[in-house]
């Protein structure tokens, strides 16, 4: 299978010392057609910059310094302004984590999401309207005839997400970036969107790049992961392989500490320390800080990646060594 | 081309432009159920300013002749709208209290005792007639000023805000320079400048005006172009142009619902002040009022004058900002009340 969309070394800066902070640094993956990735990682690692960098929506002053992010058989980087302003919501479309923003609150939704549908198809008004109808009734949006007229601040949370959802589908996009689609929403309506959108994306057959720090979610939905750390990816792999056999350390650190797997009356197991700022992201590995495994390697180099068969894939040194003293025996 | 055929013209305009509006406006429900909220809880003010637009469009539409002149001779070759014909030969010769039956101040006796509602000035003329005559005078003040002043503060508000950087720098140059100067004499100069026609006080006016909203609109558009729903319409392949039309314009629309009606009243009232000082406009109520000013000591007072400009521009004023504020109640969805 080809990759529907495919990222190398793709490094996005900050003004700061030096050429500036690589708050992503060197990313590399890629997505099949039809397949669902989910990007992992704490708050600040550089998820959603990550997304923002594949819609060249980068907020200023960010930039993206170096890297390529091929779509399909295009060139997302190279692309001209205008080309880029097709390519969104089009090829590629996203949804936000704020549903209570997300939206314009003096327009109808039903007029923001025929908007959407004109604004890259040449539909008159009344098509349009219908489409809005049925992509309501697709994304399970009760009574849809009437909210089509509702103001945002009529319409519930996951009403709202459910619009914004109706609106990335409008155009048919073989990708959709869901920037932590669920993190606003309490835990009934998250169960419900999460259906929702394995549902769609099975009917559809899109790709979908899914980006949350809620392992449940990922666990639900996702065919492959990469978890990413201080800007960089350190494990990716399909999600048999990050579930149950992790590797690098800080996957296992954030497994242990999912409180689906607590054990009743015991300390949920917790990764020591907090992330570190860009500014003082320490040389070698970024995890070494923090890491329980750390040896002196971790501190010197930037750790390599290692294949581990299947597209499993892992930065880290102590993985490196062990599987090279492996292959020796 | 004459004046009065302008005239004419401008009102052709806007009856059909109104005729289109309401035409439009008809079938989205957004504005037949704005106005009528508006009609039921401000039922009085909006039949006030109805009034006043009334005055104002029968004192537009003039034509030559058809009059009965007398001796006049000048009159017979100058355009009269409607009102000054409903008015017409109503001049005195002399001073009177309203409803005098008897001349004031020793003049000659009243052609038409007790006719005059108000009174008359000190050159004789009917004073309901001026206070009417003033409507057209302060409705083309505040409605032409601020049809100067808004676009131009948005324009400039709007593009400072959204794009930043050396845009904003430029804009916000021109802001602090202008609001450096003293409103006042800035006024002066620009109509010595100008000239001291009712176009030439409008734009000195628009001038002057535009600075404070234009701050407020490049703060709102700051704020605007953070939210989510920006970035989301950026993720949708929206182009710039199109967010600030679909998404930062209409996020103004209720600042500038407001700000026209504060400044329409306001600009009314600066007129009045510009009068004082001498430059105001030809016909206005400030100018009334002006001269007015020196008839107050005169024994017996002479107060028709006063109290009826006065009282003109105050109703004025008083009703479009009844109408203002109940527009910001309906028109603003973050005051939306619950109306279905």
Known sequence: ?329 | MADWVWSNVVVALLLMGTGGVVFYARRSRMWTETFSDLWRRRRFAVLVIGFYVLVALLDSVAWVGGMDQGEDTVARYEAQSILDRLFAGSQERSYSAPFADVEFYGGAPLTHPGAHILGTDLIGRDVLYLSLKGARVALLIGGLTSLLAIPLALLFGISAGYFGGRIDDVVFFVMSTLASMPGLLLLIALIMVLGKSTVAVCFALAITGWVGFCRVVRGETFKLRELEYVSAARALGVSEFGIIVRHILPNLMHLVIITFVLMFSGLVLSEAILSWLGIGVDGSWGQMIDQARNELSRDPIVWWNIVSAGLALFGLILAVNFVGDALRDTLDPRTLRETE
């Not at chain 1, 992992?40 to 310094?65: D, W």
């Not at chain 1, 996203?94 to 890259?120: D, W, Y």
């Open chain 1, 1 to 329: 299978m080809t990759a529907l969309l495919e990222v190398k070394g793709l490094t996005a800066r900050f003004p700061g010392p030096g050429e500036g902070l690589p708050i992503v640094d060197g990313v590399d993956f890629h997505i099949d057609s039809g397949e669902v990735l989910a990007l992992v990682g704490e708050s600040g690692c550089g998820k959603s910059m990550t997304a923002l960098s594949l819609m060249r929506l980068l907020p200023k002053p960010g930039r993206i310094a170096s890297g390529r992010v091929r779509l399909g058989d295009e060139e997302v980087l190279s692309m001209s302004v205008n080309a880029m302003r097709r390519v969104r919501g089009h090829r590629m479309a996203m949804i936000f984590q704020e549903p209570m923003t997300s939206l314009n609150p003096v327009v109808r939704v039903g007029k923001q999401v025929m908007e959407a549908i004109r604004l890259h198809e040449d539909v008159s008004r009344s098509a349009a309207r219908l489409r809005s109808l049925e992509l309501f009734s697709e994304v399970g949006i009760p009574d849809p005839e009437a909210r089509l007229d509702a103001y945002p601040h009529q319409l519930s949370g996951g009403l709202k997400q459910r619009v914004m959802i109706a609106m990335a589908l409008s155009t048919r996009p073989e990708l959709l970036i869901a920037d932590e689609p669920t993190t606003a929403l309490d835990v009934t309506i998250q169960a419900q969107i999460v259906r929702l959108l394995r549902d769609l994306q099975r009917d559809r057959g899109m790709s979908i790049l899914l980006i949350t720090h809620d392992l449940g979610v990922v666990n639900e939905l996702s065919d492959r992961v990469a978890v990413m750390y201080a800007g960089r990816i350190v494990e990716t792999g399909s999600r048999q392989d990050i579930f149950k056999r992790p590797r690098h350390p800080y996957t296992r650190g954030l497994l242990r500490s999912n409180p689906a797997l607590a054990v009743p009356g015991e300390r949920l197991p917790e990764i020591q320390g907090v992330v570190p700022s860009p500014v003082e992201w320490p040389q070698g590995c970024r995890f070494s800080t923090r890491c329980s495994e750390v040896f002196e390697p971790c501190r010197i180099d930037v750790p390599q990646t290692t294949n581990l068969g299947e597209g499993h894939r892992c930065d880290c040194h102590g993985v490196t060594s062990s599987t090279n003293s492996g292959d020796g025996a």
